[in-house]
């Protein structure tokens, strides 16, 4: 819907700030992503585009181009599906009332897995949100940094590894839509939805092809294929499917700041992905840098 030829390269697709589980605000995240080298960074808290106007403004002074995203909370039965949503219109009302339950369920499970954690380790709810920023989605990220503040965990990873393993116990699903919704809403508002690291669990349990056709007739745009999580024989099965169905390719680093060892601009996606997602949206518009 815009001039597709004023960002610059290289492209991170996929990153957090605070209001989700990043631990940078989302003008320190640009200013971080300029300073990587960056010439375009999206911006894709979980269920949330509360950072979109504070990433906008930082993205002129930064000298940047900031695409608006969200990363989507989807699921199948009880196996997590993000769904990475970019340029869509952050006024839509199904989309974003989709949202609000999602973000609503993640703070009643929240609450509920502290609950649990609380009977067996010195943790409370106040020490958990402590560890967010005022109007953040607060979710298991938040209760790992409690954790590790109390001494419980080393860091972040361990924290996942140990009490917030699904294993340990603590463990509950919390609300999401399943991907099929998540790729029309995300439509429905003008955007472009792309399967978020979709070969994590390699050839074995990617998606399957059925159901991978009808995401794409539902208007999935890509696949986000070059992220560190990815297991390469599941990317292979996924590139070929990418090729059969004519989905993108998009590559980003997942930054979370200190919450995660992912490094900005370590995977960057191909320009004329860029291009073509640019100029197939018709919700938002980049925010463009001088």
Same mark, same amino acid.
């Not at 605070?18 to 971080?32: K, M, Y």
């Not at 699921?75 to 989709?98: C, K, N, Q, T, W």
């Given at each position: 819907?815009?001039?597709?030829?004023?960002?610059?390269?290289?492209?991170?697709?996929?990153?957090?700030?605070?209001?989700?589980?990043?631990?940078?605000?989302p003008?320190?995240?640009?200013?971080?992503?300029?300073?990587?080298?960056?010439?375009?960074?999206?911006? /894709?808290?979980?269920?949330?585009?509360?950072?979109?106007?504070?990433?906008?403004? @930082?993205?002129?002074?930064?000298?940047?181009?900031?695409?608006?995203?969200?990363?989507?909370?989807?699921?199948?039965?009880?196996?997590?599906?993000?769904?990475?949503? $970019?340029?869509?219109?952050?006024?839509?009302?199904?989309?974003?009332?989709?949202?609000?339950?999602?973000?609503?369920?993640?703070?009643?499970?929240?609450?509920?897995?502290?609950?649990?954690?609380?009977?067996?380790?010195?943790?409370?709810?106040?020490?958990?949100?402590?560890?967010?920023?005022?109007?953040?989605?607060?979710?298991?990220?938040?209760?790992?940094?409690?954790l590790?503040?109390?001494?419980?965990?080393?860091?972040?990873?361990?924290?996942?590894?140990?009490i917030?393993?699904?294993?340990?116990?603590?463990?509950?699903?919390?609300y999401?839509?399943?991907?099929?919704?998540?790729?029309?809403?995300?439509?429905?508002?003008?955007?472009?939805?792309?399967?978020?690291?979709?070969?994590?669990?390699?050839?074995?349990?990617?998606?399957?092809?059925?159901?991978?056709?009808?995401?794409?007739?539902?208007?999935?745009?890509?696949?986000?294929?070059?992220?560190? @999580?990815?297991?390469?024989?599941?990317? @292979?099965?996924?590139?070929?499917l990418?090729?059969? $169905?004519?989905?993108?390719? /998009?590559?980003?680093?997942?930054?979370?700041?200190?919450?995660?060892?992912?490094?900005l601009?370590?995977?960057?996606?191909?320009?004329?992905?860029?291009?073509?997602?640019?100029?197939?949206?018709?919700?938002?518009?980049?925010? $463009?840098?001088?």
């Amino acid at each position: 819907m815009a001039d597709a030829r004023r960002f610059r390269g290289p492209v991170d697709l996929h990153t957090h700030s605070s209001v989700s589980d990043g631990t940078q605000t989302p003008a320190e995240l640009i200013r971080a992503a300029a300073d990587a080298g960056l010439g375009t960074v999206a911006l /894709t808290d979980h269920d949330s585009t509360a950072g979109w106007s504070e990433a906008a403004a @930082e993205s002129a002074r930064a000298g940047i181009t900031v695409i608006p995203g969200m990363e989507l909370s989807t699921r199948i039965e009880f196996a997590s599906v993000h769904m990475l949503g $970019y340029l869509f219109d952050p006024s839509d009302e199904a989309l974003m009332a989709e949202t609000r339950r999602i973000r609503d369920g993640r703070m009643r499970r929240a609450e509920d897995m502290v609950r649990r954690i609380s009977e067996d380790y010195d943790i409370t709810w106040a020490d958990v949100l402590a560890q967010a920023t005022e109007g953040a989605t607060v979710g298991r990220p938040h209760i790992a940094d409690a954790l590790v503040a109390r001494g419980l965990a080393s860091d972040r990873s361990a924290a996942f590894e140990g009490i917030l393993h699904w294993r340990s116990g603590y463990f509950q699903p919390h609300y999401a839509p399943d991907p099929l919704t998540g790729v029309r809403l995300i439509r429905g508002a003008g955007g472009l939805p792309v399967l978020a690291h979709p070969a994590t669990g390699g050839r074995g349990r990617v998606i399957p092809e059925d159901r991978l056709r009808r995401l794409v007739d539902a208007g999935l745009f890509g696949l986000e294929l070059d992220h560190r @999580e990815n297991k390469a024989d599941g990317v @292979e099965r996924l590139r070929e499917l990418a090729a059969r $169905y004519g989905l993108r390719i /998009t590559g980003s680093s997942d930054y979370h700041g200190a919450g995660k060892p992912n490094r900005l601009g370590e995977n960057t996606t191909d320009p004329a992905v860029v291009d073509a997602m640019i100029e197939e949206a018709t919700g938002a518009a980049p925010f $463009y840098a001088p």
